[in-house]
């Protein structure tokens, strides 16, 4: 079956670091990824999306390439702020599995002035 | 545009309440929603698949009738927890899925509704 695995937090950065979150998949077919974003007590905003290998998503200074090859989708921010603390959360749809969504455990991320 | 409206956003009752949730997309038309669950700190977990004019397909383990799902709209869900119990206090979260696209476009969430059962 499907399955999302990312790292593992939390983390905590100052700001203007580099921020990277591994993600990794197991999927039967050719499934789409996406990068949800959740800030304390609200629902998941779509952060970013890749569709096919070798797309390249990005969203407000967040990027994440689809690697067919390694079957990963890591998200990565060159300076990160404040204002993006918050839980990240690494998904797949799969078509073999009528495209529900599979999540990852999510990333709390930390970011200190 | 795809905003999806969920209401309430919290709730506080007594033991033996039941407690409706609504889920609506409000630009759009969503022939499929979803209804998740998620625990503090935890990710988020699929109860249920809510398709307009049909019966709602459940998760494993996801008891039917505790928690009934109607789709009656293009635009509207709802998520009744019936006569809930303080083991049901949790965040519930629903998404919706834009029609208009394949069936791969991507989820858009409402912001969640809090359930807290005294």
């Known amino acids: 079956g499907d399955s999302v695995t990312q790292m593992e937090g939390p983390v905590t950065l100052s700001e203007e670091a580099f921020l990277t979150i591994n993600c990794t998949y197991t999927?039967?077919?050719?499934?789409?990824l996406f990068w949800y974003v959740q800030y304390p007590g609200e629902g998941l905003q779509l952060l970013l999306k890749?569709?096919?290998?070798?797309d390249k998503g990005s969203n407000k200074g967040f990027e994440a390439t689809y690697r067919k090859e390694t079957t990963s989708f890591h998200l990565e921010k060159g300076s990160v702020q404040v204002s993006d603390s918050a839980v990240y959360f690494c998904?797949?749809?799969?078509?073999?599995?009528?495209?529900?969504?599979?999540f990852g455990a999510g990333t709390t991320v930390t970011v200190r002035a | 545009g795809a905003v999806v409206s969920q209401h309430p956003s919290r709730v506080i009752c007594k033991s033996g309440t039941s407690v409706k949730i609504e889920c609506r997309s409000l630009?759009?038309?969503?022939?499929?929603m979803f209804w998740y669950r998620q625990f503090p700190k935890q990710s988020l977990m699929l109860m249920a698949t809510?398709?307009?004019?049909?019966?709602?397909?459940?998760e494993q383990g996801v008891e039917k009738d505790k928690f009934l799902i109607n789709h009656a709209s293009l635009t509207l869900s709802t998520l009744t927890v019936t006569s809930a119990h303080p083991e049901d206090s949790s965040f519930y979260i629903c998404?919706?899925?834009?029609?208009?696209?394949?069936?791969?476009?991507?989820?858009?969430f409402g912001d969640g509704t809090r359930l807290s059962i005294l």
């Open positions: 998404s919706a899925r834009d029609q208009g696209g394949n069936s791969n476009q991507p989820q858009h």
């Open positions: 999927a039967t077919g050719y499934p789409s």
């Open positions: 809510s398709n307009e004019g049909s019966k709602a397909t459940y």
């Open positions: 630009d759009f038309q969503a022939t499929t």
């Open positions: 998904a797949l749809s799969d078509r073999g599995n009528d495209y529900k969504l599979s």
């Open positions: 890749a569709t096919k290998a070798d």
